[in-house]
C-alpha cells in the first residue's frame, strides 16, 4: 500500500495562476479531506468528501475547488492563486470515524508559496 | 458549532517527566468522535488515537494514555517517561456524527522534551 500520496512536495505560484493539487489513496477510504496549515496554527478544513460524488466545503473553502469522481482521487484546485493561499496542504483519508478498525491517514503535505 | 481549545501553546519538560497535555471541546452534538495526532518535526502527520463520545473508558498505549471526561468536555493526552522522540506539535480534534466528514482541529501544543 502506497497510504495517501500528494503532487507536488513543492509549488510556488505566481498570483492570479492556477492549479490542481493531486491527492490519491489506496485504501478505499469513503473519506477524504483538504487541509491547510499556516505557520503555527492547527489545520483548517478545506474541502472534504464522504464518498465517491460527494464533497462539501470546510471551515475555509473561497479560492478553492474539489471533486471526487473516483473513490481514489480528491484534486484540490486553486482558481486564481493568491498571497493569502501561501501555506501546508495535507490530504487525508479514512474510513467512518464510527468505524471499528478506525485510522487516519495524511499525505505528505505539499508546500505552495505564492508570490 | 464545533469548537476544541488546546489552552497550551508550549510545554518543555526533561526527559524522563510525565507530561499532561490538555484539550477542552465544545459540541452540540451527543455522538462525536475525539483525536489525537502528533507531527514531529520532520512535519508529517501521525493520527495517534480517535474515541467516540459514549465510550468514556480511558485508554492506555505504552507510555501514551488518555483521559475522556464527558463532565468537563475534555480529552487529556498524557505522556509517561518522556523521551526526546516525544518532541512534536500535538493536535487535537473533534468531529460530529451528524457531519462526521468535518473535523475541527485546536491550535496545537508544542511538546519539547530536553534530554
Known amino acids: 500500500n502506497a497510504g495517501v500520496t500528494q503532487t507536488p512536495k513543492f509549488q510556488v505560484l505566481k498570483t492570479g495562476q492556477s492549479m490542481t493539487l493531486q491527492c490519491a489513496q489506496d485504501?478505499?477510504?469513503?473519506?477524504m479531506s483538504w487541509y491547510r496549515q499556516d505557520p503555527g496554527m492547527g489545520l483548517r478544513l478545506i474541502h472534504y468528501?464522504?464518498?465517491?460524488?460527494?464533497?462539501d466545503q470546510g471551515e475555509v473553502p473561497n479560492g478553492y475547488n474539489v471533486s471526487r469522481s473516483t473513490t481514489e482521487d480528491f484534486p484540490l484546485r486553486l482558481l486564481s492563486a493568491a498571497p493569502s493561499q501561501t501555506s501546508v496542504y495535507f490530504c487525508?483519508?479514512?474510513?467512518?470515524?464510527?468505524?471499528?478498525?478506525?485510522?487516519?491517514?495524511f499525505g505528505p503535505g505539499t508546500r505552495l508559496t505564492v508570490t | 458549532a464545533q469548537k476544541v481549545t488546546q489552552a497550551q501553546t508550549e510545554i518543555s519538560v526533561v526527559e524522563k517527566e510525565d507530561v499532561t497535555l490538555d484539550c477542552v471541546y465544545e459540541t452540540r452534538d451527543t455522538t462525536y468522535y475525539l483525536f489525537w495526532y502528533k507531527q514531529p518535526p520532520s512535519g508529517e502527520l501521525v493520527f495517534l488515537i480517535r474515541r467516540n463520545s459514549f465510550d468514556e473508558q480511558n485508554e492506555i498505549s505504552g507510555r501514551y494514555s488518555w483521559n475522556f471526561q464527558k463532565s468537563t468536555s475534555s480529552f487529556n493526552f498524557t505522556i509517561t517517561a518522556s523521551q526526546v522522540v516525544d518532541s512534536a506539535v500535538y493536535f487535537c480534534?473533534?468531529?460530529?456524527?451528524?457531519?462526521?466528514?468535518?473535523?475541527?482541529f485546536g491550535d496545537g501544543t508544542t511538546l519539547t522534551v530536553k534530554p
Open positions: 480534534a473533534l468531529s460530529e456524527a451528524a457531519n462526521a466528514g468535518k473535523s475541527t
Open positions: 485504501m478505499n477510504h469513503e473519506y
Open positions: 468528501s464522504v464518498g465517491a460524488g460527494i464533497t
Open positions: 487525508a483519508s479514512s474510513s467512518h470515524p464510527a468505524a471499528r478498525s478506525y485510522e487516519q491517514y
